[in-house]
C-alpha cells in the first residue's frame, strides 16, 4: 500500500452514525455481524466517508491537512495506518485504479 493506493467500502458493509462515531457492521447473508463490529471516530469516519474508490491516499491526506492543523508526514502516516487496519478486517478494499 501507497500513497497513490486507491481503496474503496467492501460490499458487505453497513454504516451508520451513532452519536459521535460512526458503525461499521459487515453483513454475511441477511444477518449482521455484530461480534464485528468497528466504531470510528470523526477522522476515520472522514477517511471512511472519502472512500470512494476513485481518491488516492494522497489526495484524501491532503483533504485531512485541510481541516486539521497537523504536520502533513503525520497526517500521512495516521491515514496509512487507518487504511491498514481497515484492510486487514476487510472493511475496506484497494482497487486496480491506481
Known sequence: MQLD???????????????DET???????ELASMDNLYS???TGAFIWGALDGSRP???????LGQIY????TKIEA????IIAE???????????EN
Open 5 to 19: 493506493s486507491v481503496f474503496r467500502k467492501a460490499d458487505n458493509i453497513v454504516s451508520r452514525k451513532v452519536m
Open 23 to 29: 458503525l461499521l457492521v459487515p453483513i454475511s447473508g
Open 40 to 42: 470510528l471516530n470523526e
Open 57 to 63: 491516499l494522497v489526495e484524501i491526506g491532503r483533504q
Open 69 to 72: 492543523d497537523a504536520d502533513a
Open 78 to 81: 495516521d491515514l496509512m495506518e
Open 86 to 96: 481497515l484492510s486487514e478486517s476487510g472493511l475496506v478494499v484497494e482497487t486496480a
